[in-house]
């Protein structure tokens, strides 16, 4: 089992409201991320949880907040979006060490603000 | 955020025809990955390279991980419209985990 599952498939958000995206994977991987994708352009990094502890915040605003509940999931918290947000934003997962640490991506959460 | 350099940025082939794209970088990577992305889905990975001068095939995909790791490339053979989409190149360097860099991607059209 290779998959990364990401809740909703899309979503649609004022600029108030306060929404989360969800992650999951049950391959046993220990580092888990957020990325935001623009569209035709690259994913571009947001968030590196490792074994459960926030590892890398790439500057991302505090209105994106993310969550690592257990090993297994990890969560994406929304509050006051801006339009310019709007985004394909992609979770992934992989395994510490020197083999086998390819990354592995869900089908990502289509999120639009209006 | 850095990227890799990742040519040609789109292709134009007809259906039967190779396809070879590549990448290159300023700094070393340990593991070299290429990824396929449709409009709407995440990116699904294809092949994943962790030695220099590494050649990898998967059915018609074959990539080789660059002898001074700081390149790769990956070759479609005969190509059919289902190989329509993104391709990215990425790099990593190995460890508790790993910050992904990403190329710009070769979009890919089939021609029937």
């Known amino acids: 089992d290779t998959e990364v599952t990401q809740t909703p498939k899309h979503l649609v958000m004022g600029m108030t409201n306060k929404k989360s995206l969800k992650c999951e994977q049950h391959m046993g991987h220990r580092a888990m991320y957020w990325y935001k994708q623009k569209a035709k352009k690259p994913p571009e990094l947001m968030f590196v949880?490792?074994?459960?502890?926030?590892?890398i915040n790439e500057s991302v605003p505090s209105r994106f907040s993310p969550e690592c509940p257990n090993s297994s999931l990890l969560n994406l918290h929304l509050h006051a979006l801006q339009p310019e947000d709007s985004a394909l934003y992609l979770c992934a997962s992989s395994q510490p060490g020197l083999l086998n640490t390819e990354a592995f991506f869900g089908q990502g959460t289509r999120l639009t603000v209006v | 955020g850095q990227q890799l350099n990742q040519s040609p940025q789109s292709m134009f082939i007809q259906e039967g025809e190779d396809v070879s794209m590549n990448c290159t970088s300023s700094s070393i990577f340990n593991t070299w990955l290429w990824y396929k992305q449709e409009p709407g889905e995440g990116p699904v990975l294809l092949i994943a390279?962790?030695?220099?001068?590494e050649l990898t095939s998967n059915g018609r995909l074959t990539a080789q991980f660059g002898i001074t790791r700081k390149d790769s490339f990956l070759n479609i053979s005969a190509s059919i419209p289902s190989d329509v989409g993104i391709y990215f190149c990425a790099g990593h360097t190995s460890g508790g985990y790993q910050k992904v860099t990403f190329g710009i991607g070769t979009k890919l059209q089939v021609i029937p």
């Open positions: 949880y490792s074994y459960e502890k926030l590892s």
């Open positions: 390279l962790y030695k220099a001068g």
